[in-house]
Nanobody, 124 residues
Framework: QVQLVESGGGLVQAGGSLRLSCAAS????????MGWFRQAPGKERAIVAAIKYTRSESYYTDSVKGRFTISRDNAKNTVYLQMNSLEPEDTAVYYC?????????????????WGQGTQVTVSS
């Protein structure tokens, strides 16, 4: 079956960096658009970044532009989220998702598979 396993979360001070990884199995990874979402306590799950299956196009929500970078390695079936200049407002559970689509997917309902999430906590 399809599995998406996130790793790399943790506790970091404001201004620090983390790199999240999401390893996929059970699917033809190179055919899937990938995305990172986050959900803070009391808030809805929201898109952070997304990348096309060909790596040629990506999307970032406004609050992370210039700080976060999404990338993928189709040979390793892995998508990454490099997070720099972290802020307390970035504290959330981060989820990766896979969607069978040729475009960049920015809404949760377009994704077919989800990981279990990894906690990111940024202290002030």
């Amino acid at each position: 079956q399809v599995q998406l396993v996130e790793s790399g979360g943790g506790l970091v001070q404001a201004g620090g960096s983390l790199r999240l990884s999401c390893a996929a199995s059970g699917l033809t990874f190179s055919l899937y658009a990938m995305g990172w979402f986050r959900q803070a306590p009391g808030k809805e799950r929201a898109i952070v970044a997304a990348i096309k299956y060909t790596r040629s196009e990506s999307y970032y929500t406004d609050s992370v532009k210039g700080r976060f970078t999404i990338s993928r390695d189709n040979a390793k079936n892995t998508v990454y989220l490099q997070m720099n200049s972290l802020e307390p407002e970035d504290t959330a559970v981060y989820y990766c998702a896979a969607g069978l689509d040729l475009g960049v997917l920015t809404t949760a309902r377009r994704y077919n598979y989800w990981g279990q999430g990894t906690q990111v906590t940024v202290s002030s």
